[in-house]
């Protein structure tokens, strides 16, 4: 078996020890230096440790204050890993969406300027609840805006399961030129923390992707809401060999 770096193995033993309740919930762990004498560690090794626990949701860390134990189990999360730039456009085949709403609406000035297109201009909403297939997890609140001509593609029997931009190819031929993708910080208005289950304006991640044609024409624009600490986008570049 692989062996794991002394840091995993560390937050490891550091878990199980918060899970048997050698440090309770509301409690905080002991000093830096206490740890690294007991478990006979750097303390870089300590800390990259404790960063592990905090995104497992374990701990909670703020400068200038000792470390805080908020939970007994890690928190679940769904995480979805890129082999090329390409597949930040899209998620998983193990997932799929719920559409609760479908719509065409024009665009007043607030969402024209939201969207990216001009006042008055058409375009099909779709909103909905996407979910993992095998734990029903909800993963996110997806609004999806696309020209109207688009709008029959929510009647395809795969609609669901695939990707709107990638129906949009395979039905109508419009292909994506570039794309553009933003990930930010914002509080969950009421309506979206309503159909998250979160808490009113509990912090989210949402990712706005705008896709292009060949003309440069804007076809196709989603922003997606993420619970906090519910999601985690993993890449990993690696830097090919010199000649």
């Given at each position: 078996?692989?062996?794991?770096?002394l840091y995993k193995t560390l937050a490891n033993t550091l878990g199980q020890r918060i899970y048997d309740g050698d440090w309770s919930v509301g409690t905080n762990l002991p000093s830096e230096a206490s740890l690294c004498?007991?478990?006979?560690?750097?303390?870089?090794?300590?800390?990259?440790?404790?960063?592990?626990?905090?995104?497992?949701?374990?701990?909670?860390?703020?400068?200038?204050?000792?470390?805080?134990?908020?939970?007994?189990?890690?928190?679940?999360?769904?995480?979805?890993?890129?082999?090329?730039?390409?597949?930040?456009?899209?998620?998983?085949?193990n997932t799929y969406r719920v559409n609760l709403v479908e719509e065409f609406i024009e665009l007043d000035k607030p969402m024209s300027e939201l969207i990216g297109s001009s006042v008055g201009s058409s375009w099909y909403?779709?909103?909905?609840?996407?979910?993992?297939?095998?734990?029903?997890?909800?993963?996110?609140?997806?609004?999806?805006?696309?020209?109207?001509?688009?709008?029959?593609?929510?009647?395809?029997?795969?609609?669901?399961?695939?990707?709107?931009?990638?129906?949009?190819?395979?039905?109508?031929?419009?292909?994506?030129?570039?794309?553009?993708?933003?990930?930010?910080?914002?509080?969950?208005?009421?309506?979206?923390?309503?159909?998250?289950?979160?808490?009113?304006?509990?912090?989210?991640?949402?990712?706005?992707?705008?896709?292009?044609?060949?003309?440069?024409?804007?076809?196709?624009?989603?922003?997606?809401?993420?619970?906090?600490?519910?999601?985690?986008?993993?890449?990993?570049?690696?830097?090919?060999?010199?000649?």
């Amino acid at each position: 078996m692989e062996k794991l770096p002394l840091y995993k193995t560390l937050a490891n033993t550091l878990g199980q020890r918060i899970y048997d309740g050698d440090w309770s919930v509301g409690t905080n762990l002991p000093s830096e230096a206490s740890l690294c004498e007991s478990f006979n560690t750097s303390r870089h090794t300590l800390r990259h440790a404790l960063q592990t626990l905090e995104v497992d949701g374990l701990v909670l860390r703020r400068q200038g204050a000792a470390t805080q134990v908020i939970s007994r189990q890690k928190q679940r999360r769904f995480i979805q890993s890129f082999n090329s730039p390409i597949d930040i456009l899209s998620y998983p085949r193990n997932t799929y969406r719920v559409n609760l709403v479908e719509e065409f609406i024009e665009l007043d000035k607030p969402m024209s300027e939201l969207i990216g297109s001009s006042v008055g201009s058409s375009w099909y909403h779709i909103g909905g609840i996407r979910k993992q297939h095998d734990t029903e997890q909800t993963i996110a609140w997806t609004d999806i805006y696309i020209l109207p001509q688009f709008a029959s593609l929510t009647s395809d029997p795969e609609h669901t399961q695939v990707m709107v931009f990638e129906q949009i190819e395979k039905k109508y031929g419009t292909r994506i030129d570039r794309a553009e993708v933003d990930v930010s910080a914002v509080s969950a208005s009421p309506l979206i923390a309503k159909r998250l289950d979160l808490k009113p304006h509990a912090s989210c991640l949402v990712i706005t992707r705008r896709y292009f044609d060949a003309q440069d024409k804007l076809f196709e624009v989603t922003f997606t809401y993420h619970p906090e600490n519910k999601y985690v986008y993993s890449m990993e570049f690696k830097s090919s060999s010199s000649a």
